[in-house]
T-cell receptor, first 112, second 114 residues
Framework: QKEVEQDPGPLSVPEGAIVSLNCTYSNSAFQYFMWYRQYSRKGPELLMYTYSSGNKEDGRFTAQVDKSSKYISLFIRDSQPSDSATYLCAKGGNFGNEKLTFGTGTRLTIIP | DTGVSQNPRHKITKRGQNVTFRCDPISEHNRLYWYRQTLGQGPEFLTYFQNEAQLEKSRLLSDRFSAERPKGSFSTLEIQRTEQGDSAMYLC????????????FGSGTQLSVL
């Protein structure tokens, strides 16, 4: 079993819809969680990070973490064509562990 | 551009040849990372430097791979005797010492081994 599981999609939604992207993880020894966005032929770009269970909002993006069920989500409101990209969830380990563990990424297309 | 810079952007090589990639991190970042990403997968950790010291290496980093950061600034990743399975995007990332979650990636070097 992979440490981080993510549905690879692809996922297509109409412009303006709410997008829900999800990951699950299997190891409880994680301190923080991140969502990255990756456009084609580009490196990942950090969107959001969070340390605790609950919701964190930044503009149209909301990151949600449920440590009891080991589930992390990213919601995108009022989705736009420029949101079309691959979204990667990632987890950081204990303090002193520098490695990030990524999911496979979900390819998202917003249809105008 | 003050982001993480990687060169070359693309490299095509024949099996058995050696290749070297370069990464220039954001200037004030003392931590530098190499990741590898294959099609349809997320990045996988390869190795990590704090200043010039290589502090962690993944089991993915076989003895054909070597990474250096001689002066604590730019880094190189060399692959000797390339194999077709080495074909991937090689990503470099950096961060400052007081920001564990803010990892900045470069655009990567796409390696194709024929």
């Amino acid at each position: 079993q992979k440490e981080v599981e993510q549905d690879p999609g692809p996922l297509s939604v109409p412009e303006g819809a709410i997008v829900s992207l999800n990951c699950t993880y299997s190891n409880s020894a994680f301190q923080y969680f991140m969502w990255y966005r990756q456009y084609s032929r580009k490196g990942p770009e950090l969107l959001m990070y969070t340390y605790s269970s609950g919701n964190k909002e930044d503009g149209r993006f909301t990151a949600q973490v449920d440590k009891s069920s080991k589930y992390i989500s990213l919601f995108i409101r009022d989705s736009q064509p420029s949101d079309s990209a691959t979204y990667l969830c990632a987890k950081g380990g204990n303090f002193g562990n520098e490695k990030l563990t990524f999911g496979t990424g979900t390819r998202l297309t917003i249809i105008p | 551009d003050t982001g993480v810079s990687q060169n070359p952007r693309h490299k095509i090589t024949k099996r058995g040849q050696n290749v070297t990639f370069r990464c220039d991190p954001i200037s004030e970042h003392n931590r530098l990372y190499w990741y590898r990403q294959t099609l349809g997968q997320g990045p996988e950790f390869l190795t990590y430097f704090q200043n010039e010291a290589q502090l962690e290496k993944s089991r993915l980093l076989s003895d054909r791979f070597s990474a250096e950061r001689p002066k604590g600034s730019f880094s190189t990743l060399e692959i000797q005797r390339t194999e077709q399975g080495d074909s991937a995007m090689y990503l470099c990332a950096s961060r400052s010492r007081d920001s564990s979650e803010k990892l900045f990636f470069g655009s990567g070097t796409q390696l194709s081994v024929l």
